[in-house]
């Protein structure tokens, strides 16, 4: 069963630009949530989609948005890119939310310059 | 309240020791517990989880010990391993939210 895929890996962005990030879930998980990671704040929860609808989102300014499709697949996108937005952007999948554990993807590096 | 706290930031274990990993919440919502191991590189991947029903849950080389009534839970690895060398992630979460709240991160280095 394959896990969960976090596309591109690698991203080098400019300020000002935007960027979308893509998650594909594993098979038959609805469920997902996505993580930005620093070194200074850790791991920082974004939002959470379901069934296609944000069930739940962290304290992070509008410039950060997501969506999820009929076959579960998630995009996130920040706009207006900030140096502070550099990180390791992760997406984890789980069968249903709330209930079943949590995997992750391995991330997509995004460095803004 | 949504905070975890987890220590020692960092860990020096000799091959064949204990490491022992703690963390304490305030929220008496969080209901499932879990333990995440990650590798440079890599994103993070679920170890072991407890829920707050069961005091201690063992799974091969890894422990988890739940105390409610001190909010605190802890990771045991026995018989630590190089290759257990590793940043650790305590979480919590409510059962009706897949939000994962995690502590800050404790680095392993497990020496030959």
């Known amino acids: 069963k394959a896990g969960v895929t976090q596309t591109p890996r690698y991203l080098i962005k400019t300020r000002g630009q935007q960027v979308t990030l893509s998650c594909s879930p594993i098979?038959?998980?609805?469920?997902v949530s996505w993580y930005q990671q620093t070194p200074g704040q850790g791991l920082q929860f974004l939002f959470e989609?379901?069934?296609?609808?944000?069930?739940n989102k962290g304290n992070f300014p509008g410039r950060f948005s997501g969506r999820q499709f009929s076959n579960s697949r998630s995009e996130m996108n920040v706009s207006t890119l900030e140096l502070g937005d550099s990180a390791l952007y992760l997406c984890?999948?789980?069968?249903?939310?709330?209930?079943?554990?949590?995997?992750f993807g391995q991330g997509t590096r995004l460095t803004v310059v | 309240q949504q905070q975890v706290k987890q220590s020692p930031q960092s860990l020096i274990v000799q091959k064949g020791g204990i490491s022992i990993i703690n963390c304490a919440y305030e929220?008496?919502?969080?209901?499932?517990f879990p333990w995440y191991q990650q590798f440079p590189g890599k994103g993070p991947a679920l170890l072991i989880a407890?829920?707050?029903?069961?005091s201690e849950k063992k799974e091969g080389r890894f422990t988890i010990s739940f105390n409610k009534s001190a909010k605190q839970f802890s990771l045991h690895i026995m018989d630590s391993q190089p290759g257990d060398s590793a940043t650790y992630f305590c979480?919590?979460?409510?059962?009706?939210?897949?939000?994962?709240?995690f502590g800050q991160g404790t680095t392993l280095q497990v020496k030959p």
């Open positions: 098979s038959g998980h609805r469920s």
């Open positions: 989609y379901f069934s296609e609808t944000q069930r």
């Open positions: 407890i829920r707050p029903d069961v």
């Open positions: 984890a999948s789980s069968f249903i939310r709330g209930t079943t554990e949590a995997f």
């Open positions: 979480a919590a979460r409510t059962g009706n939210t897949g939000k994962l709240i």
């Open positions: 929220n008496t919502a969080f209901d499932y």
